[in-house]
Nanobody
Framework: LVQLVESGGGSVQTGGSLKVSCEVS????????FGWFRQVPGKAREGVAA???????SYADPVQGRFSISLDNDKKTLYLQMNNLKSGDTAKYYC????????????????????????WGQGTQVIVSS
């Protein structure tokens, strides 16, 4: 059973930095695609960043150049480093693993679209204020 637990959210001032973490357990598949998403009340969940087992990373346009996704294999922890934060980054942040149906022995279809992701964490709140 795959389980994801996010941590590290909090309040930060505009222009500040924050690093959120996602502890991954129970994931045994050889290939992977992990993603970070965010959601504000009343709006759809949006993909922020994704990382696959080939080391490829993708970012949504609003965070390109400011956010960085990484994985520590030894600690089995996924990270999202967020720099130069803006008020529009205020949201609940979730990590997720892609549905294994989109993976084969060589790689995974790694998308930032939420509908392809199967297992989700509970989320961690990030508030950016001036």
């Amino acid at each position: 059973l795959v389980q994801l637990v996010e941590s590290g959210g909090g309040s930060v001032q505009t222009g500040g930095s924050l690093k959120v973490s996602c502890e991954v357990s129970g994931y045994t598949y050889k290939q992977y695609c992990f993603g970070w998403f965010r959601q504000v009340p009343g709006k759809a969940r949006e993909g922020v960043a994704a990382l696959d087992s080939d080391g490829s990373r993708s970012y949504a346009d609003p965070v390109q150049g400011r956010f960085s996704i990484s994985l520590d294999n030894d600690k089995k922890t996924l990270y999202l480093q967020m720099n130069n934060l803006k008020s529009g980054d205020t949201a609940k942040y979730y990590c997720a693993t892609i549905d294994e149906a989109y993976c084969n022995d060589n790689d995974c279809f790694c998308s930032r679209s939420p509908e392809y992701f199967r297992t989700w964490g509970q989320g961690t709140q990030v508030i950016v204020s001036s």
